[in-house]
Every structure is written in structure tokens, then in C-alpha cells.
């Protein structure tokens, strides 16, 4: 199995954080391709940054996916490695090949571990757009907190470093005070952290990284079948222009394997 990981935000010392994790978290057997976007931000906080990176991304996975299943640089399945997954959901309907972003990854591992889960994020003015994240996978109700660091950062790959007690007194906190019973440790600058504080605060302590590795190699393990109607069926074919050259034949290969599929009456396994 090959899983492509992507790092949407600019640092390649993030990437480098989300790299390590990641290895650590795949199992036997489990090919990482890891990739830093061509351009955007240092660190996605806004809706507005992540509306860049989710271009960049889309960049990327198109690259691996436009020659279809098979190819040199075929991939089986994506992880989107950047809390408030930048593209997502829309990314589903671009490739054939599961697209499993990370904060989908860690709420679903957090529902599954208990029923009140806090995010522990590293500014505050990421936690409007974590919330709206939240909702959108209908488990605001299910939210106990969002707590962040309201303190400048020093630089987005030291955050661990330079914040390891506040993120500590923040996730006792949440706890607590709040009533969570899993802490989700918010951001690709965090990766790792959680094999750090785990046993430290009395919960269950959920990485995005670690969480995205190992739901997309149960996804593509389960092996359920494509998306040919629904909301994430491919795009319908249409004229367009401007569009980079991988992007352009990630779209055609995937409106023409859409068009093939249902010429024959019957989805095909990836």
C-alpha cells in the first residue's frame, strides 16, 4: 500500500514533523510518499489561507492520480495532513483513491474513544474556523472545548518546544474544567506530541497525523468501491480553461472513468 501525504502549508520543517509521525504510525508494509505544497502560507490559521492551500493540494494529489491506477507514481490512498483539512471534502471527488484528511481522521478517532473530545490548537484565531470544522461533521454537540496558545509563536516548528508546558496545562484543562474525555492535539506542528503527553492527562490523547495514517489504511483496506453518484461523484465534464496540466488530466481521467463505469452499468474496484 502506498499512501500519499501531503503537508499543505509551506514549512518544510512541518513537514519534516508530519514525516516522522507518520513513519512511526504506518504499519508494515505501508509506502509514504510526503509532500510539501508548491506555495501558500508557513501556518494555515484562517479560512481564507486554507482556501489557498486546498489549491495546492489539489495540485499534488492530481499529480499522483492522473495517470490512474497502476501508473509509476500511483498512489492508493491520500492524507490530507493539516488540521481543518484544506480541499476537503471536495478533494473526495477528484480521484478515484480514498482522500482522508486529518481532521476527520482524529474526530472520528476521539468519537470512537469517548463522547465529549477537546481540540487543543496553537493560536487562537484558528479556533472560529476548527469550530465551523466541527460542525460540518456533525459533532458540535459533541465538542467540549477548543483551547489555544494566546501567545506569539516563535516559529511554527518549535511550537512543541517552545509551548510543551502550556499545551500540557491546556489539555488538563480541557479535562478538567471542560469535561472532555479525548484530547485532540490540533495542527501538523504538534505531530508526535500526543506519544509524548499520552498517560500525562488522564484521557486518551488523539494525533491528526498518526490518526489520518491509520484510518486511510483501513479505508483503502476496506476496499468499498468508488464514487460514480452522489455528491462526490466526479465533476460533470464542462469547458475549461487555465487549468494546470495535472489538474486538467486528473479531472478527464476522472470524468472519463465515471463515464466508462456507467457505460458498462457497474462500479469497478480501485
Not at 481564507?48 to 499529480?63: R, Y
Not at 465538542?143 to 511550537?159: D, K, M, P, T, W
Request: hydrophobic fraction near 45%; aromatic fraction near 4%; include cysteine.
Amino acid at each position: 500500500m502506498k499512501i500519499l501525504v501531503i503537508n499543505p502549508n509551506i514549512s518544510d520543517d512541518v513537514t519534516a514533523l508530519i514525516e516522522a509521525e507518520a513513519l512511526r504510525s504506518a504499519s508494515p508494509g505501508t509506502e509514504l510518499a510526503v509532500r510539501t505544497a508548491g506555495y501558500g502560507v508557513e501556518y494555515i490559521e484562517t479560512r481564507f489561507e486554507s482556501l489557498i492551500a486546498a489549491g495546492a493540494v489539489a495540485e499534488i494529489v492530481a499529480e499522483y492520480t492522473r495517470d490512474g491506477p497502476g501508473s509509476d507514481n500511483s498512489v492508493d490512498g491520500v492524507v490530507v495532513a493539516a488540521f481543518g483539512d484544506p480541499g476537503m471534502p471536495a478533494l473526495k471527488e477528484l480521484t478515484d483513491v480514498p482522500v482522508i484528511g486529518i481532521t476527520e481522521a482524529a474526530l472520528c478517532a476521539a468519537a470512537l474513544q469517548g463522547h465529549r473530545f477537546s481540540i487543543i490548537a496553537i493560536s487562537d484565531r484558528i479556533k472560529p474556523w476548527y469550530q465551523d470544522c466541527v460542525e460540518r461533521f456533525g459533532l458540535g454537540g459533541r465538542l467540549a472545548s477548543i483551547r489555544s496558545i494566546n501567545e506569539a509563536l516563535h516559529g511554527i516548528a518549535s511550537v512543541q518546544q517552545d509551548f510543551k508546558a502550556t499545551l500540557l496545562a491546556l489539555s488538563h484543562q480541557a479535562v478538567n474544567e471542560d469535561g472532555a474525555d479525548v484530547v485532540i492535539l490540533a495542527g501538523a506542528p504538534l505531530a508526535g506530541l500526543a506519544r509524548e503527553l499520552r498517560g500525562a492527562i488522564g484521557v486518551p490523547v488523539v494525533d491528526g497525523i498518526s490518526a489520518g495514517i491509520r484510518m486511510a489504511e483501513a479505508v483503502v483496506g476496506l476496499d468499498s468501491g468508488l464514487h460514480r453518484a452522489g455528491a462526490f461523484a466526479p465533476p460533470p465534464a464542462k469547458a475549461r480553461r487555465g487549468l494546470s496540466a495535472n489538474l486538467d488530466a486528473a479531472l478527464t481521467a476522472a470524468q472519463n472513468a465515471a463515464t466508462h463505469d456507467a457505460g458498462h452499468g457497474a462500479t469497478q474496484p480501485a
